[in-house]
C-alpha cells in the first residue's frame, strides 16, 4: 500500500516530456536502423549483380557450336537506366562485346540520331538509324548485317550491328527464300525481327517453333527448298545487361524521412496530450474541491435558512393571538383608531407568516423534505372549503366567483392541495380588477386524473413571462403589477406539492390584459410508484 503511494506520486511529478521524449528516440533510432539496413541490402544487391552480369556477359560471349550461337550472343545490350552506366563500365563491355566477337562490325552510341561514339566506323552504316531490328538488313560497311539497338536513356542508344551473313548463312537458305522471326525474349514475344521473302516458286517456311528458356530462344524452323524439307535449329542465346545497378527503390530514404518527421510529430502529439490531460486533471480537481466547498456552504446554508425561519414563525404567534383578543375587545373596549392599528397588526402578522410558511415549505422542497400525507378524500369538497374560507376577501373586493364542479373522489394531501388552491385563488384575486373581477373554478374527472382550472379576467401575463412562473422568487414585473407585493414562492411550492401527488401543473394566458388560467392536474389513484 505505502510503495504503490510513492510510486503515484512519482508517477504524478514524473515530466510530461520524458516518454515522448524516449517515443521519439525509438522512432529516430528505429527509422535510422532500417534505413542503414536497406541501403546497405541495397549495396550488397548492387554489388552481387554486377559480378553476376560480369561474369554473365563474359561467360556468353565465347562462342560455341558455330556462327549463329555467336551471332545470337551479340544480342546483348544496355538498356535501362543506363545513364547511371560510367563510361568506364561501357568501355569495358563494349570491349568484351567486339573483342570476343569479331562478327561484330559496329558497336556504337546513338544520341537521336547522332553517333556520339563509334566502335570502330561511322561511315559503314548505309541506313538511317531508325531501326531496332528493320524488316530488312542494314547495309554495314557493304554488307547485309543485323542490328539490335538498345535504348541507354531516352535519346542515347546502343547498336551493336552483326553481318547478316552470319545470322542467316549464305548459301545455307537461298537468298529468296527464306524466312525468319526473331521474337523478343523480354516483351512478350513482341516480333523483333521479321525477314520474309516468299513467293519464289522453290520454297516457303513450312514450321516456325519457338521456345523460350532460361535466357534462350530456340527457333526451330522447317522451309520448303526445292522440294526439299530442311530443317534449322537457331538458338539464340541472349543476355540483357541492366546497367542500372544503382538503388532504384526509395523505400528505406522515405522509411528515414518518415521517421525523422514522426520522431518529432508523435512526441509532440504525446507533450500536448500530456499537458492537457494534466491541465484536466488540476481543472477536476479543482472543481471537485470547489463542489464539496460548496456542497457544505449549501448544507449550511440550508440549516441556516431553516433554523432561521423556524424561529421567526414563533414570535409570531403570540403576536398574532394576542392582536386577535385585543380585537376581540374582551380584555377593553378600543376605540376606532386603535382598532383600526390592531387590525392593521394582525393582518401584517397573518402575510408575514404566510411568507415564513412558504419559505419554510420552499426549503423543504428542495431538501426533498415536504412529506405528503395522501388519503382518499373529495376534491370537490376541499375546492369548496377553500372558497368559503377565502369568501370574504372575494367579497370585499366585489369580485364574482362561479364555480363548475364535478364530484371528483381521488387521493391527495388535503391541508397541501387546500394550500395549492388557496394560494393561486390569491393570486388570481390580486391580479383581477376591484368590482368587475370574475374568477372561474371547474373541477372534472377526465383519463384517469382529476381536473382544475382556476381562470381569471385579470391583468394577464406575458407570454414571454410564463415559463418563468413557477422558478422560484419569480414575480411577473409590470406596472399593473399587484398592489400588495407577494414574495414570488407560492407557485414554486404550489408545483412541488402537485408534482408530489404525480401531477402537473401550469399556466395559460393569452397576454397582459387578458386573464389568467391555471390548469391543475393529479391522477385520481395517487401518485404511480
Ligand atoms: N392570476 C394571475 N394573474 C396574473 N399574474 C399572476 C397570476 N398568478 C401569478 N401571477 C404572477 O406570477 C408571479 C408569481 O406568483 P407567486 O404566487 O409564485 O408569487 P407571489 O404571488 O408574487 O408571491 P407569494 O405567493 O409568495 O406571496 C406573481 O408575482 C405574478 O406576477
Ligand atoms: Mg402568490
Not at 375546492?383 to 368559503?388: A, D, K, L, P, Q
Request: hydrophobic residues 40%; negative net charge; proline residues 3%.
Amino acid at each position: 500500500m505505502c510503495c504503490f503511494r510513492i510510486i503515484q506520486l512519482n508517477a504524478k511529478k514524473s515530466s510530461p516530456f520524458i516518454i515522448p521524449a524516449l517515443v521519439g528516440a525509438f522512432i529516430l533510432a528505429g527509422s535510422l536502423i532500417v534505413f542503414f539496413q536497406l541501403s546497405s541490402y541495397q549495396a550488397q544487391i548492387i554489388e552481387s549483380n554486377k559480378d553476376d552480369y560480369t561474369k554473365v556477359i563474359e561467360n556468353t560471349i565465347s562462342r560455341r557450336e558455330g556462327r549463329v550461337q555467336t551471332i545470337s550472343s551479340g544480342i546483348i545490350g544496355l538498356y535501362g537506366s543506363s545513364e547511371r552506366v560510367s563510361s568506364a563500365e561501357f568501355d569495358r563491355f563494349a570491349q568484351t562485346i567486339l573483342g570476343s566477337n569479331s562478327e561484330i562490325l559496329n558497336l556504337f552510341v546513338l544520341d537521336g540520331s547522332t553517333i556520339v561514339e563509334s566502335y570502330p566506323i561511322k561511315e559503314y552504316v548505309g541506313h538511317d538509324f531508325d531501326f531496332l531490328f528493320p524488316d530488312y538488313p542494314t547495309v554495314v560497311a557493304g554488307q547485309k548485317a543485323m542490328t539490335a539497338e538498345f535504348a541507354i536513356n531516352e535519346t542515347a542508344s546502343l547498336v551493336i550491328a552483326v553481318p547478316f551473313g552470319y545470322f542467316i548463312p549464305e548459301g545455307t537458305i537461298l537468298s529468296e527464300q527464306y524466312k525468319l522471326v526473331l521474337l523478343s525474349p523480354i516483351d512478350d514475344n513482341e516480333v523483333l525481327y521479321s525477314v520474309a521473302k516468299s513467293g519464289g516458286a522453290s520454297g516457303s517456311v513450312v514450321e516456325l517453333l519457338q521456345k523460350e528458356k532460361d535466357n534462350a530462344i530456340t527457333v526451330e524452323y522447317k522451309t520448303n527448298l526445292f522440294g526439299h524439307k530442311l530443317k534449322k535449329y537457331y538458338d539464340l542465346r541472349y543476355v540483357l545487361w541492366d546497367a542500372s545497378f544503382e538503388a532504384q527503390s526509395y523505400e528505406h530514404t522515405i522509411i528515414l524521412v518518415a521517421g525523422v518527421v514522426l520522431s518529432f510529430v508523435i512526441p509532440v502529439l504525446l507533450v500536448r496530450t500530456n499537458l492537457l490531460r494534466a491541465r484536466l486533471q488540476e481543472k477536476s480537481e479543482a472543481l471537485e474541491r470547489a463542489n464539496e466547498e460548496l456542497k457544505k456552504v449549501e448544507k449550511s446554508k440550508d440549516e441556516f435558512v431553516t433554523m432561521i425561519v423556524h424561529d421567526l414563525k414563533n414570535p409570531l404567534l403570540p403576536i398574532k393571538a394576542y392582536s386577535e383578543i385585543l380585537l376581540s375587545q374582551k380584555l377593553g373596549q378600543l376605540n376606532e383608531e386603535q382598532a383600526k392599528r390592531l387590525h392593521s397588526i394582525s393582518t401584517s402578522a397573518i402575510t408575514l407568516q404566510k411568507m415564513i410558511q412558504d419559505l419554510l415549505d420552499a426549503n423543504k422542497l428542495e431538501l426533498g423534505k415536504l412529506r405528503l400525507d395522501i388519503q382518499e378524500g373529495n376534491l370537490s369538497e376541499l375546492v369548496r372549503r377553500t372558497m368559503s374560507e377565502l369568501e370574504p376577501e372575494f367579497r370585499k373586493k366585489g369580485v364574482a366567483v362561479s364555480l363548475e364542479l364535478q364530484d371528483v373522489s381521488c387521493r391527495f394531501d388535503s391541508m397541501r392541495m387546500g394550500q395549492v388552491f388557496q394560494n393561486i385563488l390569491l393570486n388570481a384575486l390580486d391580479f383581477v380588477p376591484d368590482k368587475t373581477g370574475k374568477i372561474h373554478i371547474s373541477l372534472k374527472s377526465e383519463g384517469g386524473n382529476a381536473v382544475i382550472t382556476i381562470a381569471d379576467n385579470g391583468i394577464g401575463i406575458p407570454k414571454d413571462k410564463i415559463d418563468g412562473l413557477f422558478a422560484k422568487f419569480y414575480q411577473v414585473s409590470t406596472d399593473k403589477n399587484r398592489r400588495y407585493g407577494g414574495s414570488g414562492l407560492g407557485l414554486s411550492v404550489c408545483k412541488g406539492i402537485v408534482e408530489g401527488h404525480g401531477g402537473m401543473i401550469r399556466a395559460e394566458s393569452d397576454g397582459e390584459g387578458k386573464g389568467t388560467t391555471m390548469h391543475i392536474m393529479i391522477p385520481l389513484a395517487g401518485k404511480s410508484a
